[in-house]
Each structure stands twice: as structure tokens, then as C-alpha cells.
């Protein structure tokens, strides 16, 4: 059977053409490798590394012990304590399990028959938090044994508080991650294909020809997008609100750190586009921006899950900061100690991005 030589120019035209860009080389070969690294090594369902802080009498052995088998347990990790209430440790994000024993320490409140202990789990991952629950279980009936008592002692009482969603609604935990990752893909991406699109279509020399200082076109073509993302903001928080997700925070905090993070993603797209030469290249880096991303932000998967060789990667991610705020804010409320530093790197990675797109936009120009 002949081959048609015509289709045959046409297959290894085509064929050479994409692989002779580097971009696309890099789309096709290096990306799958790195979704299959991510999907294989880092996302799990599993329940580990709980942060679990103790409150106990410093003379309380008996927690001592127990709380040196829940930490050998491998399923959870020590927190120090700290000042305060255990509920701040929880609110302020520090734990997300405080282990609260006996005020006068259990061998005493086992002599009077009334040893309780109480378990408070921040529930805002309702999946995460009854894994915590059923693990914590198992090690206080373990280490009772190991003691030689048995859990089904009246001396002995184990509660599970839940708070920030007691009732284990799944949706409380997932829409404020959905409204992030809406906020990240509609900046990320319109950005890049703005900018992109000028080059492409020959504008944008048009643009520096005119009577404008580089700047000029530089912050004329980002900050429409950031506005647009802001109106974004309170459609979706109507649409959360609509869906039963509570709002706790107050709305200036929630507004002041969408304006940080979606003026980020707004610099990331331009740093998108400054590698772009046409908008099909910009759709393409957006979504190589956006997938590890989403990935690494803990909007599905706890990034307290993923071993150290990926996590450190979601240090560089603005969504990461972004999803945490967010939930903060909308579920727990306005803890200034939870939201600044998560604002701080948000913005210190938008800087960063900017001065690189601007300087990638002044090579372009020379």
C-alpha cells in the first residue's frame, strides 16, 4: 500500500513544527511526567500528620504517656502548646487537634472516678477531621490497655468536639477552595492571553510606539484584570452564601486579600505572557501554571499529606496562601496572627513575579 507523499510532507511538517519549540516540548513530555509525580506522590486521602497539641497539668505522666503514643502512632505530629486557650491554638490554625485532659490531672480524677478527656478537631475538612476522630479513638483505647484499663470504664470518658463545621458538610470545606481556584483561572489565564494576543496580533508595537513610558502599558494592561477579578469577588461569595457556606470574617479582610492575591495571579499571567508569542502559547502556560497549582494548594488534598521531596514546592504557590485565608476567614472569621503572614507571602511572590515580567518585558523591547 503507497503512502500518500502529500500527507505524508504534511504529518512530518506538522510534526517538526511542534517539537521545534522548546514550550511545546516541554508541554508534551516534561508536564505528564511531572502530573503523574504529583497524582502519584503527593495526593492522598490518607489521614497523617495531624498537628496535635496537649493541654495537661506539666506533673499529668498519664497524658504524658498518652500523649507520647499518639505522636508514636504516626498519624499525628507535636505542636507546642503555648499560651492561652485551647481554642485559639485551633482558631489560629497553630494545631488542628487539641487533646484536653483533666484540669487536675488524670491520676487524681481517676481516684474520684471521673477521669474526661475531651479531643477538639477543627472540622473545616470534614473527610480530615473523622479520620482524626477514629484514629484518636483507636490510640486512647490502645494506650488504656496498654495500662491495663479498659475504655469501657466509668472512670475513663473520651469526647470528640468538632468545630467550625460540626455537622461534616463537605460542601463548607470545598466551595471556598472552588471560589479560589475560579479567582486564580479566570486572572491567570485572561491576563496572559491579553498580553499575548497584543503581540500576536502586532499591537503591541503600536502601544510603545505611542507617547507612553513602558510602566504605562505595563500597569494599563494588568490592572483591568485585577478589577475584573475583584467583581468576580461578591458573585461568588453570593453564590456560597446561597449554598449555606457560612461567612464568619469580615468582608473588608476577605476583599483586602483577594485584592493581594488576585493582584498576584494578574502578575503571574503577565509573567505567562512575557514568555508567550501567541495566545494559543499563553492558554498553554497558563494551564502548565495552573494544574500543579491546584494541585499544591490543599483546595482537595491536604498538603500535610504530601512528603517533604513535593510539599515544599506549594511554598512558591499563591493559591496555596489564598485557600488557606479564605477558609480562615469564611469559617472561622477575622485572626489577623492566621491571615497576615499568608498575606505577606502572597504579596512577596506578586512582587517577585512583576519585577521578573518586567524585566522579561524591557529584553523583549531591546
Not at 250 to 266: C, M
Not at 314 to 341: C, Q, T
Request: hydrophobic content about 50%; some cysteine; charged content about 15%.
Amino acid at each position: 500500500m503507497r503512502i500518500n507523499p502529500t500527507l505524508l510532507g504534511f504529518i512530518r511538517k506538522e510534526l517538526v513544527q511542534a517539537l521545534r519549540d522548546p514550550r511545546m516540548r516541554g508541554i508534551l513530555f516534561i508536564l505528564p511526567v511531572v502530573q503523574l509525580t504529583i497524582f502519584g506522590l503527593a495526593l492522598s486521602s490518607e489521614v497523617r500528620n495531624v498537628r496535635l497539641a496537649v493541654s495537661a497539668r506539666p506533673d499529668d505522666a498519664f497524658t504524658r504517656r498518652l500523649a507520647e503514643r499518639f505522636y508514636a502512632s504516626g498519624w499525628f505530629v507535636p505542636v507546642p502548646p503555648g499560651e492561652g486557650d485551647p481554642f485559639d491554638w485551633v482558631r489560629s490554625g497553630r494545631a488542628e487537634a487539641v487533646l484536653i485532659a483533666p484540669p487536675e490531672g488524670a491520676p487524681r480524677a481517676m481516684g474520684r472516678g471521673t477521669a474526661s478527656y475531651q479531643l477538639l478537631v477543627d472540622a473545616l475538612n470534614a473527610m480530615r477531621a473523622r479520620g482524626v476522630e477514629t484514629y484518636a479513638s483507636a490510640v486512647f483505647a490502645s494506650h488504656l490497655r496498654a495500662e491495663g484499663l479498659t475504655s469501657g470504664e466509668d472512670a475513663f470518658h473520651f469526647s470528640v468536639r468538632t468545630l467550625y463545621n460540626p455537622s461534616g458538610d463537605t460542601a463548607t470545606f470545598m466551595i471556598p477552595g472552588t471560589l479560589c481556584l475560579m479567582l486564580c483561572l479566570v486572572t491567570v489565564v485572561l491576563t496572559s492571553m491579553s498580553m499575548a494576543g497584543e503581540r500576536e496580533r502586532g499591537t503591541l508595537e503600536t502601544l510603545l510606539a505611542a507617547p507612553v513610558a513602558p510602566w504605562e502599558v505595563l500597569v494599563g494592561k494588568t490592572v483591568p484584570f485585577i478589577l475584573l477579578g475583584m467583581i468576580d469577588l461578591p458573585l461568588v461569595l453570593m453564590v456560597a452564601k446561597i449554598l449555606g457556606v457560612p461567612i464568619v470574617g469580615p468582608l473588608w479582610l476577605i476583599a483586602l486579600s483577594t485584592l493581594v492575591f488576585v493582584s498576584t495571579t494578574v502578575s503571574v499571567g503577565f509573567l505567562v505572557s512575557s514568555y508567550s508569542g501567541s495566545q494559543q502559547q499563553a492558554m498553554l502556560g497558563g494551564f502548565l501554571f495552573l494544574f500543579p497549582s491546584i494541585q499544591l494548594s490543599g483546595v482537595i488534598f491536604p498538603i500535610e499529606n504530601m512528603p517533604r521531596s513535593i510539599s515544599w514546592i506549594a511554598w512558591f504557590n499563591p493559591l496555596r496562601y489564598f485557600v488557606i485565608v479564605i477558609r480562615h476567614l469564611m469559617l472561622k472569621g477575622g485572626d489577623l496572627g492566621a491571615v497576615l503572614p499568608n498575606l505577606a507571602a502572597m504579596a512577596a511572590l506578586g512582587v517577585a513575579a512583576i519585577l521578573w515580567a518586567g524585566h522579561r518585558f524591557r529584553q523583549t523591547l531591546n
